[in-house]
């Protein structure tokens, strides 16, 4: 019997960089009116999706030319709310499909977070996923009184003491404290809560969590490591990964090198899936899916691609010089603890040292910021061979998140109303539910 991938959708960008005004998106709604986020969730649902993810940045990007001016008026990485209550209002019309949260281990405290990432967990009946982050980028640090970046190695440092705080608080209360005895008044059992007396580098949290433990025990934990760095921090405490589609090899690559950092940490690379993120066009005929990739090109007007650049590579594109090369650049973004992962994730179509040109940069770069460089489109049938080509070659363990959509609900409604039934034929997506909680559905499924 073929093995079964997870299905997610990734709605962190649906409301920026030009989407929101592409053929398919809500015409009478703008973000962030809640009763578009209702839909998705019952669309997600209807399609026995897994989970529904939400990334996140606290700051305006101002990288370009030191100023937020681009970004604003353009929608780059702002708007963004912060997606708790609305996972709790999508909760209460569903009842199965999961919901990934993102917090930032550079800024956040252990305790805060696992307290409110406990009391989501509750209201969702045990569907909630925290997507921990490390955090790279000059306009967030700003609003949480860094003056610079903290240095790459050291991000990763303080996450894996995020992370073990967050863990020793979510088992701090056992499963069966609480008695709730009516007869004798007794609530809990004290002997089963216990202080986590934490002292580290980072954080001092005396504990214990004080709440009652969640249906999940805690969250399912996720994180995008790809960074050697990365992935070792992700290696010791991820119960699923994301990662980017950059080509079957590298992805073969990447699946490899997770492996071998898991067996490093003790761990077998069998219980820790990847969910590969994918930009996919399904349309019901090979001609509708082009036509439509066709229309990402008028995502963006081109005045607002450098202010774009500079937000996902750390570097200000406004001293971009006229001849230049990849390597050169990175070394500038190295030395600034930006993430250099993103720029060479970027320009992968360039040699590190070959002879850029501003021209033939920002032409390519122009491609890649509407996704349709590396947009996987045609039909149902097409888009399953892509799908089970990867998911086999990558070890048959996770799946995939289908990120940032073209237009809001169109092309995800193609991708339920087309894409998954074909994937049951095949047998490899589910024709119902087996859990309630996400941990049952995506990780013991």
């Not at 209550?85 to 569903?94: D, H, R």
């Not at 969250?219 to 760095?229: D, H, N, T």
């Not at 892509?386 to 092309?411: K, N, Q």
């Given at each position: 019997?073929?093995?079964?991938?997870?299905i997610g959708?990734?709605?962190?960008?649906?409301?920026?960089e030009g989407?929101w005004?592409?053929?398919?998106?809500w015409?009478?709604?703008?973000?962030p009116d809640?009763r578009?986020?209702k839909?998705?969730?019952l669309?997600?649902e209807?399609?026995?999706?897994?989970?529904i993810?939400f990334?996140?940045?606290n700051?305006i990007?101002?990288?370009?030319?030191?100023?937020?001016d681009g970004a604003v008026k353009?929608g780059?990485g702002?708007?963004?709310?912060?997606?708790s209550?609305?996972?709790?209002?999508m909760s209460?019309?569903?009842s199965?499909?999961?919901?990934?949260?993102?917090y930032s281990?550079?800024f956040m405290h252990?305790?805060y977070?696992a307290r409110?990432?406990?009391?989501l967990?509750h209201?969702?009946g045990?569907r909630?996923a925290f997507?921990?982050i490390?955090?790279?980028?000059?306009?967030?640090?700003?609003?949480?009184?860094?003056d610079?970046?903290?240095e790459h190695a050291?991000?990763?440092?303080?996450m894996?003491e995020?992370?073990?705080?967050?863990?020793?608080?979510w088992?701090?209360?056992?499963p069966d404290a609480f008695?709730?005895?009516?007869?004798?008044?007794?609530?809990?059992?004290?002997?089963k809560?216990?202080?986590i007396?934490?002292?580290?580098d980072?954080?001092s949290?005396?504990?214990p969590l004080?709440v009652?433990?969640s249906?999940q025990?805690?969250?399912?934990?996720?994180?995008a490591?790809?960074s050697?760095r990365?992935?070792?921090?992700a290696?010791?405490f991820?119960?699923?990964?994301f990662a980017s589609?950059?080509g079957?090899?590298?992805?073969v690559?990447h699946r490899?090198?997770i492996?071998?950092?898991l067996?490093?940490q003790?761990?077998s690379p069998?219980?820790?899936g990847i969910v590969?993120?994918?930009v996919l066009?399904?349309g019901?005929?090979e001609?509708?899916?082009?036509?439509r990739h066709?229309?990402?090109?008028?995502?963006?007007?081109?005045e607002a691609?450098?202010?774009?650049?500079s937000?996902h590579s750390?570097f200000?594109?406004?001293k971009?010089?006229e001849s230049?090369?990849?390597?050169?650049?990175?070394?500038?973004?190295v030395k600034?603890?930006?993430?250099p992962v993103s720029?060479l994730?970027m320009?992968q179509?360039f040699?590190?040292?070959?002879q850029v040109?501003?021209?033939e940069?920002?032409?390519?770069?122009?491609d890649?910021?509407?996704?349709?460089d590396h947009a996987v489109?045609?039909?149902a049938?097409q888009?399953a061979d892509?799908?089970?080509?990867?998911?086999?070659?990558?070890?048959e363990?996770?799946?995939f998140?289908?990120?940032?959509?073209?237009?809001?609900?169109?092309?995800?409604?193609?991708?339920?109303?087309?894409?998954?039934?074909e994937?049951?034929?095949?047998g490899r997506?589910?024709t119902g539910?087996?859990?309630?909680t996400?941990r049952?559905?995506?990780?013991?499924s």
């Amino acid at each position: 019997m073929p093995t079964k991938m997870h299905i997610g959708y990734d709605l962190s960008w649906t409301h920026l960089e030009g989407r929101w005004r592409l053929p398919g998106s809500w015409s009478h709604a703008t973000y962030p009116d809640m009763r578009i986020f209702k839909e998705l969730a019952l669309i997600a649902e209807r399609g026995l999706l897994d989970f529904i993810f939400f990334g996140d940045g606290n700051g305006i990007p101002s990288t370009y030319e030191g100023r937020r001016d681009g970004a604003v008026k353009w929608g780059l990485g702002w708007p963004r709310l912060d997606m708790s209550p609305f996972i709790a209002a999508m909760s209460q019309i569903t009842s199965h499909i999961g919901y990934g949260l993102t917090y930032s281990s550079t800024f956040m405290h252990p305790f805060y977070t696992a307290r409110l990432l406990n009391s989501l967990d509750h209201v969702t009946g045990g569907r909630l996923a925290f997507n921990v982050i490390a955090s790279s980028r000059r306009a967030d640090a700003a609003n949480y009184g860094f003056d610079e970046l903290m240095e790459h190695a050291r991000r990763y440092e303080r996450m894996e003491e995020f992370m073990e705080v967050c863990k020793k608080l979510w088992a701090s209360v056992e499963p069966d404290a609480f008695v709730w005895d009516r007869e004798t008044g007794v609530v809990a059992d004290p002997a089963k809560v216990h202080a986590i007396n934490h002292k580290g580098d980072f954080f001092s949290v005396a504990g214990p969590l004080a709440v009652a433990p969640s249906p999940q025990g805690r969250p399912v934990i996720v994180q995008a490591g790809v960074s050697p760095r990365g992935m070792e921090a992700a290696a010791k405490f991820t119960d699923m990964l994301f990662a980017s589609s950059p080509g079957k090899a590298k992805q073969v690559a990447h699946r490899a090198n997770i492996d071998a950092a898991l067996v490093k940490q003790g761990r077998s690379p069998a219980d820790v899936g990847i969910v590969w993120d994918v930009v996919l066009i399904v349309g019901e005929s090979e001609a509708e899916a082009k036509r439509r990739h066709g229309m990402l090109a008028n995502a963006l007007p081109p005045e607002a691609l450098p202010v774009w650049l500079s937000h996902h590579s750390g570097f200000d594109m406004s001293k971009l010089p006229e001849s230049f090369t990849v390597a050169e650049i990175n070394e500038v973004i190295v030395k600034s603890n930006a993430s250099p992962v993103s720029f060479l994730n970027m320009t992968q179509m360039f040699a590190p040292d070959q002879q850029v040109s501003r021209s033939e940069f920002f032409e390519a770069m122009a491609d890649h910021q509407s996704s349709a460089d590396h947009a996987v489109v045609g039909d149902a049938k097409q888009i399953a061979d892509y799908l089970e080509d990867i998911f086999v070659a990558t070890g048959e363990r996770g799946g995939f998140m289908i990120a940032h959509p073209m237009g809001v609900p169109r092309d995800l409604l193609n991708v339920i109303d087309f894409l998954i039934p074909e994937l049951q034929r095949r047998g490899r997506f589910r024709t119902g539910y087996g859990g309630k909680t996400l941990r049952e559905n995506l990780l013991d499924s």
